[in-house]
């Protein structure tokens, strides 16, 4: 099983970017996104259900969107209106449980390095 993560980059404050991940080997019942900042712990950012059912953490409700095809086992993170804080390593992960906490998730991908800044 390999999880393949792609679309980090630098932008600026109030853009947009968006992440993917590609699974291989298996489908999963929840697939997501944890980022960390520098100098800081992992969090959680947002999952997603492999019925479509979307959590997401209060810092990027109403900015970041999940979503998944789960025909081509991939999993998308649409950030809109990006701020400076959301700079960050952000790593999928895939799972047979919902969780806000990194343990519970069997698979993850490589980071990849979202920079928002002017």
């Known amino acids: 099983v390999q999880l393949q993560a792609s679309g980090g980059g630098l932008v600026q404050p109030g853009g947009s970017l968006r992440l993917s991940c590609a699974a291989s080997?298996?489908?999963?019942?929840?697939m997501g996104w944890f980022r960390q900042a520098p100098g800081k712990e992992p969090e959680f950012a947002a999952a997603i259900s492999r019925g479509g059912s979307t959590y997401y953490a209060d810092s990027v409700k109403g900015r970041f969107t999940i979503s998944r095809d789960n025909a081509k086992n991939t999993v998308l993170l649409q950030m809109n209106s990006l701020k400076p804080e959301d700079t960050s390593v952000y790593y999928c992960?895939?799972?047979?449980?919902?969780?806000?906490?990194?343990?519970?998730?069997?698979?993850w991908g490589q980071g990849t390095l979202v920079t928002v800044s002017s």
């Open positions: 992960a895939a799972g047979r449980i919902l969780s806000y906490n990194q343990g519970p998730y069997d698979y």
């Open positions: 080997g298996r489908t999963f019942n929840y």
